[in-house]
């Protein structure tokens, strides 16, 4: 098989060597004359799995035991509603920082619970970039701080976890997940859709503190929105081969070199595209230096025309999927752990071509 | 590879030609140079799979234009609490119909929202069968009338789509969903998780009619969880692979003939294992012969021992998963659409063997 160079925003690119393994398992798991999604959730052979994976992302993480993990469905898009019924009362106030669309997205189901207060917002200028610890207006008394580690759409990046004085962090780490370290100390939940760095699009997984999950709504919230309830056990029939993948990708990371690995590799391709773009005033980056981000890197060429172009021409040497958000435009690259540098390299060097035949 | 016989529950066994199809996938689709699983929900590609799926069971079903079809995730646990929060008013009835475990499962979510009144309840007698229309005593002015269409538990199945007098149904379809023609003008939903009769495991088939959907809250309900958010456009990211895996499910069941097909070669199946149980006194069906499900087919021997001996000596043979669910043990063998019939024969042959060796 030709591999394309696949830099799509998500479902992005998957590791061969998984997509190999999985291909096998698909088929047949272990020998046993099924196919892996053939197979019960309450089966040993699935059990090994899950307990498998949870494991990994401990080991990753470094989570110690205070911390649940539950493999959910639903994405982050239901996270957004799931946090705040589960943790956010009438009378209580969640800050939200605002730095784009999802964050955005997560805000409107906060208000259905609650009270929202936004500690920053960069929507003014077109959320160009995240801010700064000294820049954070909290609230009072938040029961939580919610922010988008990685903004898909704009193309910025927390480099460096939010500081909060103590109050618990929530997390949407959908598309920078095991990307790099974080402090784990700081939050309370970090949730992240499988489908940017971890595996194929239907499993959402879920961390949350214990003590924090402690505070949970157990009343009026149903029960499958509970996090207690997924936190106790494997409470309904979960995506099984999607879980598989991705036990199949942590496996995959830890054995490349874990987080450590992965934050510095992610670090030297972001750097070539970016250099790259900053070479002169041909591309333009989409968003404050200092925000950029390492896995979805957003520019611009200096017209919508020569945009359309650079897109054409792109995949007639097999560069496919670098079209912006349809809301933004532009150009994305997403670079995210299973994007090889070969792919990234051979990305730079056609924009290096096409500034030479069009600047 | 030598394949077993599957009689799981579910996640349950698939055609082989499916898996074998989607193993290409997996690894690369129409000779895109990757895999389906790493292409963007966006795309053309998935567009079209979404739209192929759509159609099939709309052909399968001959739904017409009047209903809604949509891909979700969560599980038939999930539907038991969006059912409710979209259509179910604090002070309405619906009426759920209580045949066993997953009914009630559905009631408790329904009584966070409004009334629930049970027109019908085989609970005295161990959940043995279902009820005959004339048994259902509907309560005045109910929103829909739920039930669970067949009963993975216990082993009862309805024969016919229970009668109303005009109310809507609301089906929880998981486990026969597709294994017979319906008479979809009674149904309000139709709602089914794809891993007993169309698909691995992560993606919940949710069928509406429009009409219907016309009177969903659209107030107060999260996002994510109204049925309207769904049926306007794909709203989040779909689990990409596994809405994949269905359409090839789907195409296999339109080759193969369709429901009238598999009606007739789902009754044939069970016919077989349901005459061995009852040749003699030494099987004995677990429920009612007149509410037996063509899908779970329940059994008892003399006493647990030999259950156990039955078990471990089906193993031995490639008979796979025949033990009953964890809260009431016994003997189940679940037969859907893929479980071919060698398997069934091979099933029935180790009865005999078993009862002669041991009666």
Redesign the interface.
């Known amino acids: 098989?030709?591999?394309?160079h696949?830099f799509?925003?998500?479902?992005?690119?998957?590791p061969v060597e998984v997509?190999?393994k999985?291909?096998e398992g698909?088929?047949?798991y272990q020998n046993?004359?099924?196919?892996i999604?053939?197979?019960?959730?309450?089966?040993a052979e699935y059990e090994a799995i899950d307990q498998q994976a949870k494991t990994r992302l401990t080991e990753l993480l470094g989570l110690g035991d205070d911390f649940e993990i539950m493999f959910l469905?639903?994405?982050?898009?239901?996270q957004?509603?799931m946090t705040p019924?589960n943790f956010l009362r009438e009378d209580q106030t969640a800050d939200y920082i605002d730095t784009g669309r999802w964050s955005n997205?997560a805000i409107?189901?906060a208000k259905?619970f609650g009270n929202v207060h936004r500690p920053y917002s960069s929507s003014d200028t077109g959320y160009d970039r995240v801010p700064g610890d000294d820049e954070l207006e909290l609230s009072a008394n938040p029961v939580y701080v919610h922010f988008t580690s990685n903004n898909t759409v704009a193309g910025t990046q927390f480099a460096t976890d939010p500081e909060t004085n103590g109050v618990p962090l929530v997390c949407d780490a959908s598309s920078d997940f095991l990307s790099k370290p974080i402090d784990v100390s700081k939050y309370g939940i970090i949730y992240a859709?499988a489908?940017k760095n971890v595996g194929?699009?239907?499993?959402t997984i879920v961390i949350i503190r214990k003590d924090f999950l402690a505070q949970a709504d157990t009343e009026?919230v149903?029960?499958?929105?509970q996090y207690q309830t997924h936190a106790e056990k494997i409470?309904?029939?979960?995506?099984?081969?999607?879980v598989y993948?991705v036990n199949l990708v942590l496996e995959w990371i830890q054995e490349k070199g874990g987080l450590s690995y992965f934050k510095k590799y992610n670090q030297e391709k972001a750097a070539l595209v970016y250099d790259e773009i900053d070479r002169d005033d041909f591309y333009r980056g989409a968003v404050q230096k200092d925000s950029r981000s390492l896995m979805n890197v957003t520019f611009r060429l200096p017209s919508e025309e020569l945009e359309q172009q650079f897109l054409e021409e792109a995949e007639k040497i097999?560069l496919?999927?670098l079209k912006g958000h349809?809301s933004v435009g532009g150009i994305r690259a997403s670079i995210y752990n299973a994007c090889p540098r070969e792919s990234v390299e051979t990305l730079v060097n056609f924009m290096a071509d096409f500034r030479s035949n069009n600047g």
């Open positions: 098989m030709n591999r394309v696949n799509s925003a998500g479902p992005a690119i998957l997509l190999e999985a291909t698909l088929l047949e046993k004359g099924r196919s999604a053939e197979m019960s959730h309450r089966s469905q639903g994405g982050a898009s239901s957004f509603m019924y997205k409107k189901e259905l859709g489908q194929p699009a239907g499993v009026n149903p029960t499958i929105l409470f309904n029939t979960p995506p099984v081969f999607n993948m097999d496919y999927t349809r």
